[in-house]
């Protein structure tokens, strides 16, 4: 059972661009909402986390905003860079101890020169 | 770069073979994971390990065997595995298992079942 759902699978942006990636997560007792980012060869790493007591975070050209009522969160990369092109993972889980990360299916996103 | 490290990274194997994967963290976190990544799909949670005790076995099969033999060190024991089997395998380490905390996660090895 797919308890995140993420979508594009793919991404295409021009340099300078606004990336947007969305999610949306069935379990309401979710309360911890953190996107990764994984380059080739590598493994995913934390970029920007969210809890549901606020509707938008923003760190540098990443923004985080989320919607409660919708059980809809999304990723969104401000003046897209080269550098920016990877896979982004949105995640999700109770903060509790011994409660697992729920995954999203990934997006690959190209940001062209 | 992230403190965990894997080997090997790269990793080609018959279905009859027996090998395994290692896992080490220099982070001084007390839980251990095991994640499978496959094309397209969510990376899929294998095992937990929180002060070296296995709290959680995603319903794995058999022939993948986790061991745990201190807080730093986390091995995946592989036999009789099948070509499904193939994929990106991810090991990740926090300070404890609370969903909130931050997996910090290592490159990855690679497995090709033959």
């Known amino acids: 059972q797919q308890q995140v759902k993420q979508s594009p699978q793919s991404l295409i942006v021009q340099k300078g661009g606004i990336s947007i990636i969305n999610c949306a997560y069935e379990n309401t007792a979710f309360d911890y909402f953190p996107w990764y980012q994984q380059f080739p060869g590598k493994g995913p790493a934390l970029l920007i986390a969210?809890?549901?007591?606020?509707s938008e975070k923003k760190e540098g050209r990443f923004t985080i905003s989320f919607n409660k009522s919708a059980k809809q969160f999304s990723l969104h990369i401000m003046d897209s860079q080269p550098g920016d092109s990877a896979t982004y993972f949105c995640?999700?889980?109770?903060?509790?101890?011994?409660?697992?990360?729920?995954f999203g299916e990934g997006t690959q996103l190209t940001v062209n020169p | 770069e992230t403190g965990v490290t894997q080997t090997p990274r790269h990793l080609v194997m018959g279905m009859t073979n027996k090998k395994s994967l290692k896992c080490e963290q220099h982070?001084?976190?007390?839980?251990m994971y095991w994640y499978k990544q496959s094309a397209k799909k969510p990376l899929e949670l294998m095992f937990v390990y929180n002060f070296k005790e296995q709290t959680e076995n995603n319903s794995v099969p058999s022939r993948f065997s986790p061991e745990c033999p201190n807080s730093s060190h986390l091995f995946l024991h592989l036999h009789t595995l099948q070509p499904e089997d193939s994929a990106l395998y991810l090991c990740?380490?926090?300070?404890?298992?609370?969903?909130?905390?931050?997996?910090?996660f290592g490159p990855g090895t690679r497995l090709t079942v033959l």
């Open positions: 990740a380490s926090s300070p404890s298992p609370r969903g909130s905390d931050t997996q910090y």
């Open positions: 995640a999700a889980s109770k903060e509790t101890s011994g409660s697992r990360l729920t």
């Open positions: 982070l001084g976190h007390n839980a």
């Open positions: 969210i809890r549901p007591d606020v």
